[in-house]
């Protein structure tokens, strides 16, 4: 084997050998946190580097890097504690299951992807809550296995609706979405915060060699479902009272919109990636947020919570920017994702589009319902407040600097043409071929 040929493997097999070795440190969860954080800084410099050298390489370098920051970041916003040592090592787990799914060649992606689907299950099952909503997300990722493997093993038509299947239970898509409703709401730590960028990105790139053999029927299903999806989310974060549901419906709402565009145009164009990266990037930051409420006072109703704009300057200061990133607004890359989409040349205007403009401007609503609820509520008596650690300062900020970046730079910088594909050009894998 070529040092060429290995490389996919050498970036995937990384994180996975650091989570074996943090194992060795088990007694110790400052070292464990460590050993994670150093693998993690490792990955990205790693997966620069090959990006740069074979710049042809599966998964393209925006989400090469992206995969292993955001877990070096999820990582840095924990605190040290012996009941976070598991998912330390699952993070690092998952960071190679989700590269591997990315770089390796076929059919051993399909494997791997299987394999990131089933890790994610008995995560979810190994965290004993007994909502339905976890019944459903084993459900979603049972049926997400089985279709993965169809699709490796059935030709033809079959197999391609098999692996659109697959695609659905991780870039989340009405009805297939309820695994990756009960990762966010259920998984302990800072899986959360993770999953929410790593699943959607697997799951889109999985999408892009099947769409040019998606008839029009299909994609016409798809973009009914992916309108249903996005009003069906918008609808469950509005009346969610919880912050998690909240933001795992979010999430299904921004997901199906960029579905609902796939399906329109038939094909993905460089924002397609940018506003799916800023998406996720935006929840893992509204996640580690959240869990740094948590881990002051417990999983409490946010409306027994408030008036911390003064108290806590630093975190209202991060989490006023990271909501306001995730509701559009520059110069952050969901606004610049987003727009990307709409004036793609090869986007055109149906009638439910204004559906759709419904559905993304709903999040105006029920994403500032946690501001309201948190920063500019009235003061409660009796509470301690307990602003950010540096930590997790430094965490919140990195993302919003991620953000930032997504939302000014040109595509270039992310390994994508600037210009925007034309009809005769189809997206495989991650280069453009004409």
């Not at 400052?30 to 620069?48: Q, Y």
């Not at 799951?203 to 892009?208: A, C, I, K, R």
């Not at 969610?240 to 094909?267: D, E, H, K, M, Q």
Request: proline letters at 7%; hydrophobic letters at 55%; aromatic letters at 8%.
């Amino acid at each position: 084997m070529t040092a060429t040929s290995l490389l996919p493997w050498i970036l995937s097999a990384l994180p996975c050998l650091g989570a074996a070795l943090s194992l060795l440190f088990w007694s110790d969860e400052e070292r464990v946190r460590s050993a994670a954080l150093a693998v993690t800084v490792t990955s990205t410099l790693l997966n620069a580097g090959a990006a740069w050298w074979q710049s042809d390489l599966p998964g393209g370098a925006l989400f090469l890097c992206l995969l292993p920051l955001t877990s070096f970041v999820s990582l840095l916003g924990q605190p040290v504690h012996r009941d976070n040592r598991t998912a330390w090592i699952l993070t690092l787990l998952l960071l190679g299951l989700g590269l591997g799914s990315l770089v390796v060649p076929d059919p051993a992606r399909h494997l791997v992807r299987i394999g990131l689907l089933a890790v994610v299950a008995m995560a979810i099952q190994r965290s004993r809550r007994a909502a339905p909503t976890t019944l459903r997300g084993l459900i979603s990722y049972g049926v997400g296995m089985a279709a993965g493997a169809a699709a490796m093993l059935l030709p033809g038509g079959v197999g391609m609706v098999a692996g659109l299947i697959a695609c659905g239970t991780m870039l989340p898509l009405l009805p297939l979405h309820a695994g990756h409703v009960a990762a966010l709401t259920s998984l302990p730590g800072n899986l959360p915060a993770f999953l929410a960028l790593v699943l959607p990105v697997v799951g889109f790139h999985q999408l892009l060699p099947l769409l040019p053999e998606l008839d029009p029927s299909l994609r016409g299903t798809v973009e009914l479902l992916a309108l249903l999806g996005a009003l069906y989310g918008s609808l469950r974060a509005l009346t969610s009272a919880r912050t998690l549901p909240l933001l795992a419906y979010a999430s299904l709402a921004f997901s199906s919109l960029l579905w609902w565009v796939i399906a329109t145009a038939g094909a993905v164009g460089p924002q397609s990636a940018i506003y799916l990266s800023a998406c996720g990037l935006a929840m893992t930051g509204l996640l580690l947020a959240w869990y740094a409420i948590r881990a002051r006072y417990g999983d409490i109703d946010p409306r027994a919570l408030g008036g911390m704009a003064y108290p806590m300057p630093r975190f209202s200061t991060l989490f006023v920017l990271l909501t306001l990133a995730a509701l559009g607004m520059p110069p952050f890359g969901v606004f610049t994702g987003f727009m990307g989409l709409l004036f793609d040349p090869m986007f055109s205007v149906r009638a439910s589009f204004f559906l759709i403009i419904l559905a993304w401007l709903s999040a105006s609503w029920y994403l500032l319902t946690p501001l309201q609820q948190l920063v500019f509520g009235p003061q409660r008596t009796g509470l301690r407040y307990d602003d950010l650690r540096h930590h997790e300062v430094a965490s919140l900020v990195i993302v919003l600097l991620l953000l930032t970046v997504l939302g000014t730079a040109p595509a270039r910088v992310f390994g994508w043409s600037a210009a925007p594909a034309s009809p005769n050009v189809a997206m495989k894998g991650a280069a453009w071929t004409r």
